[in-house]
């Protein structure tokens, strides 16, 4: 067994996966030129074995958020979340049939006297103003982490009024997070997106520096340097980074890397709206070219099982552990049906 990984072993021989997979073929499911593709790649193999990157699946913030939701949901009470409590449709779904509602910022005004949820990404100090004029009960489960950097970027702003400075945010303009920072810093930030809006920075005049918490720390460091040796050149000495990548993100990389070498196939589960998990997939693809990004089991196509022995199932921060498990389920099913 690979450290760090939950594994699944199907036993197949080399004539049975020989065998047509006729199953697939008359279900329409899978057309017959993906059957011949399949059966004429076969490589000998003696067993498929499937690992599950234990390191994958929530971050505490979102465990938290979910946790959160359940308990009043399990007890009976009726709950709004402001947006997608998490970017995973699959867990939605699941809490939706719990009873859970989804409401947007814009229609807080149409409901009043009941309970909200602030999911783990935060929200800016309008939705707390509103739901106070609506007499909403709030439960806030805005992650510690983005919570700590609303008050920074707070403070920086007040500070950087004061001093005619510049507050720039590294991070995606219409990510729910950025929208609860640019609300914390008076809507007075500076977006950057990438190393090449850099340039929309005044350098002659003082800059604190801050990121989502679920962006690339690599590509936050060359913003970084990007800025420090512009300031520089314009004899700023008035430059102040705060390194506010999320470090269970930031880690995720190393271990990562290791786990998508190990590999014949990777399998990346997450949502494509998931800011983190495009991330992790791309660094993933850079590792082990043969990965794979998927949002649920339903995905799977049964030809990319064609002569792998190992396959590694990861996922983002906010992909649900029991998701993983149903993939690693669908792929047994899969080879069996083939045998």
């Given at each position: 067994m690979i450290a760090g990984t939950n594994q699944v072993i199907c036993s197949q021989t080399s004539n049975r996966l020989a065998q047509p997979c006729w199953s697939f073929?008359?279900?329409?499911?899978?057309?017959?030129?993906?059957?011949l593709t399949f059966t004429l790649n076969i490589i000998d193999s003696m067993s498929l074995?499937?690992?599950?990157?234990?390191?994958?699946?929530?971050?505490?913030?979102?465990t938290n958020a979910i946790n959160t939701a359940e308990r009043e949901l399990l007890a009976g009470k009726p709950l709004w979340c402001i947006g997608e409590i998490v970017h995973n449709e699959a867990e939605v779904d699941r809490l939706t049939s719990l009873g859970l509602q989804e409401i947007s910022t814009r229609d807080l005004n149409l409901i009043s006297h009941k309970k909200i949820l602030i999911r783990a990404h935060g929200e800016p100090p309008s939705t707390y103003i509103t739901a106070a004029?609506?007499?909403?009960?709030?439960?806030?489960?805005?992650?510690?982490?983005?919570?700590?950097?609303?008050?920074?970027?707070a403070a920086a702003t007040?500070?950087?009024?004061?001093?005619?400075?510049?507050?720039?945010?590294?991070?995606?303009?219409?990510?729910?997070?950025?929208?609860?920072?640019?609300?914390?810093?008076?809507?007075?930030?500076?977006?950057?997106?990438?190393a090449e809006e850099t340039g929309a920075i005044d350098f002659t005049k003082p800059v604190r520096l801050f990121s989502q918490t679920t962006m690339d720390s690599t590509e936050y460091g060359k913003i970084k340097k990007i800025i420090e040796e512009k300031c520089l050149a314009h004899n700023n000495l008035n430059f102040e980074t705060f390194d506010s990548v999320c470090k269970q993100v930031a880690g995720r990389k190393e271990s990562l890397?290791?786990?998508?070498?190990?590999?014949?196939?990777?399998?990346?589960?997450s949502g494509k709206n998931s800011s983190n998990g495009n991330i992790l997939f791309k660094h993933c693809?850079?590792?082990?070219?043969?990965?794979?990004?998927?949002?649920?089991?339903?995905?799977?196509?049964?030809?990319?099982?064609?002569?792998?022995?190992?396959?590694?199932?990861?996922?983002?921060?906010?992909?649900?552990?029991w998701l993983m498990d149903q993939v690693a389920a669908t792929i047994t099913k899969i080879t069996e049906q083939c045998t």
């Open positions: 073929v008359q279900s329409g499911g899978w057309p017959v030129t993906k059957f074995t499937i690992n599950i990157d234990t390191d994958s699946g929530f971050c505490f913030g979102v004029s609506q007499h909403l009960k709030i439960i806030d489960a805005t992650c510690p982490i983005v919570l700590k950097l609303q008050q920074r970027v007040e500070k950087m009024r004061q001093e005619a400075g510049q507050v720039v945010i590294f991070g995606k303009r219409n990510h729910p997070e950025m929208k609860g920072l640019i609300g914390h810093a008076s809507h007075q930030a500076l977006i950057v997106e990438k890397s290791g786990f998508a070498a190990s590999h014949d196939l990777v399998l990346f589960v693809r850079t590792i082990n070219p043969n990965t794979r990004l998927i949002e649920k089991p339903e995905d799977l196509q049964p030809e990319w099982f064609a002569g792998i022995q190992t396959v590694g199932i990861s996922g983002a921060t906010s992909t649900p552990g």
